[in-house]
């Protein structure tokens, strides 16, 4: 059998040509895919320390202050009649008439009811006699004390028994007297067994009726009756401490009552007690209502709407209640300089509107506060702000 022929030189050069460029192409993708992996772990180790760096700086919400404008201070407040007076007996005894009842219309001096007083009309009598024997006394005792001055004028009694006769005239002018004074008191006590008003008004109350008795000036028992003159009405309003200094003579306000609803009526400051109560810490502040139409009523609740002057909120700020952070050091709110970094500053609450608050001092209308702080926030801490995109 014939021997196969050996293949030329230039064939197999050709050949070890193409291993070796298969050789270097799959070392050039083995290379590829080693630096596309180990990109993509430098990649991922890199987003994993900017996440872990991200982390560690925790992310708040902040907010701008807002504005505080002029506004009416709105606090509760009670009627009371402008002149109240319960009217009692002055004298004992029994009711024999009455006359007027609860939401009557009197006047002043008009008779209210009558008070049958027997008692005190015997003692009278008896206190009449009294100063009659009293005024016969003392005449006799002063005829008899001129002639015994006479007599000693001629030294025909001594001046001794003078001198007696004229201390028992005295005597006698002074029992006159105290008598005298009896029987006008007794008349004083029967002219009160007539109650008068003592002034224009309306009963708002009666606490008697025909056959009561009557005790002199029995003031532990209810009054007989009470007037109230209700032509103008004063309004009692507490003010807290920190608007007293915006609260002075012209001061205005406009008020509700429950039993009108809808609707407003006028008031005008015209007193203040100019000192604080030590419980509430307020001002008591009276204004003046007028009530001619008689629509309101004594003794009523108020919502009443004190309109302050500009300069009563100067300098204030609002936020959110949720803003607030209370510790040892006082009340104060968290802000975001330019850097990011925390600063604390102390604040004055100048009024607690519930979720939101008027704050004083330490804070800036440009500033970034820091809606819901971490209890745990310091000053100097970075934070990553999320501000509102408005």
């Not at 701008?64 to 506004?71: F, S, Y």
């Not at 008591?284 to 302050?308: F, H, I």
Request: glycine residues 8%; aromatic residues 4%.
């Amino acid at each position: 059998m014939p021997e196969a022929p050996l293949p030329e030189p230039a064939t197999r050069v050709a050949s070890g040509r193409r291993v070796s460029l298969f050789l270097v192409l799959f070392l050039a993708v083995l290379g590829g895919v080693l630096w596309l992996t180990f990109d993509h772990r430098s990649q991922a180790e890199e987003k994993l320390r900017e996440f872990t760096a991200a982390s560690a700086v925790p992310s708040v919400a902040v907010i701008r202050p807002g504005e505080v404008a002029a506004r009416p201070l709105t606090l509760p407040g009670r009627l009371t009649a402008w002149s109240e007076a319960p009217v009692y007996a002055r004298t004992a005894g029994f009711v024999s008439r009455r006359l007027v009842d609860i939401g009557d219309r009197v006047q002043g001096g008009q008779l209210l009811a009558e008070i049958e007083v027997p008692e005190v009309e015997q003692q009278l009598a008896a206190a009449t006699a009294a100063l009659a024997t009293a005024r016969a006394q003392r005449d006799l005792s002063a005829r008899t004390a001129q002639r015994w001055s006479e007599l000693s004028t001629r030294n025909v009694v001594s001046q001794q028994a003078t001198d007696e006769r004229r201390g028992d005239l005295a005597v006698r002018m002074a029992q006159h007297n105290q008598a005298e004074a009896e029987v006008n008191r007794l008349r004083a006590l029967i002219g009160f067994a007539q109650v008068l008003a003592p002034f224009s008004g309306t009963v708002t109350s009666r606490g008697t009726d025909v056959g009561a008795l009557i005790g002199a000036g029995a003031t532990t028992s209810p009054p007989l009756f009470t007037i109230s003159d209700t032509t103008r009405l004063r309004l009692y309003v507490r003010v807290p401490q920190a608007y007293v200094a915006a609260i002075g003579q012209g001061l205005t306000a406009s008020f509700s009552v429950p039993e009108h609803p809808g609707r407003t009526f006028a008031a005008e400051l015209t007193r203040t007690a100019d000192a604080l109560d030590v419980q509430s810490g307020s001002m008591l502040v009276q204004l003046t209502v007028p009530n001619e139409a008689d629509l309101l009523k004594p003794g009523g609740y108020a919502q009443v709407q004190l309109n302050l002057p500009p300069a009563a909120t100067a300098g204030q700020l609002r936020v959110p209640a949720s803003a607030l952070i209370f510790r040892s050091s006082g009340t104060s709110i968290a802000v975001v300089d330019a850097q990011n970094k925390v600063s604390i500053k102390r604040v004055q609450i100048a009024r607690d509107l519930g979720a939101e608050l008027d704050i004083l001092g330490g804070v800036e209308r440009t500033d970034w506060v820091i809606n819901s702080p971490s209890d745990s926030i310091r000053d100097g801490d970075e934070v990553r702000p999320n501000r509102p995109a408005s």
